[in-house]
């Protein structure tokens, strides 16, 4: 079994990977089990944000490294939250004050301009100094609703729709997104990378 850390503190996206991994020969154990505190993300896409927090937990425990960096991108506030969509609304991160900011913030606009998308970015560092890590991308387009609705999930899943299905991300059951989502699209891409490269041991 091949143990990686996942460099993030966020419970629900550990949630979300182990069940999107479930049927590898991995064990996803997360940084704060390993000592590992968040660094501080200092790149200005989120690529960049992701190899500072797999670098960083391969850094400290020696092991392969599995990290995201993942965003919501509306196009009526030029792309913002984007790569602060996690603190939109301030420090500590509070995903209800998040979600009450953006609806502020696009108040009164036409359906036809909410359009929006979820981004994700996932890279896999085999070791700290990995000159060649594997990077997958994933992206789900919908728009942002009038008020949440749903309980499912976390972030701005219940502001965010799938129009496709008509479903706010949080009224989806966890099966049913994650085979949709950006980060089940990333993960599918990075999967099919191992696939061909083999697994970190």
């Known amino acids: 079994m091949n143990t990686l850390v996942l460099a993030s503190g966020n419970a629900g996206k550990l949630e979300e990977l182990r069940a999107m991994l479930a049927d590898l020969p991995l064990t996803i154990v997360p940084q704060r089990e390993l ?9 200005t896409t989120f690529v960049e944000n992701a190899l500072i927090k797999a670098r960083h937990a391969s850094q400290v425990t020696g092991l392969p490294a599995l990290a995201d960096d993942s965003g919501l991108i509306v196009d009526a506030l030029g792309g913002a939250p984007g790569l602060h969509s996690a603190r939109y609304a301030g420090s500590p991160t509070d995903d209800a004050a998040n979600n009450a900011k953006l609806l502020r913030a696009l108040d009164g606009l036409p359906e036809a301009q909410r359009t929006a998308r979820f981004y994700a970015v996932i890279v896999l560092l085999r070791h700290a100094e990995d000159p060649q890590p594997l990077i997958a991308e994933g992206t789900w387009a919908g728009r ?35 085979r949709i989502s950006h980060r089940a699209l990333a993960l599918q891409s990075l999967r099919d990378r191992l696939a061909s490269s083999g697994l970190p041991g």
């Open 35 to 43: 000592g590992v505190d968040d660094v501080p993300e200092t790149g």
């Open 144 to 178: 942002i609703l009038d008020a949440p609705r749903g309980r499912n999930g976390f972030g701005y899943n219940p502001v965010f729709l799938d129009p496709a299905r008509g479903l706010s991300a949080a009224e989806m059951a966890p099966e049913q997104k994650n």
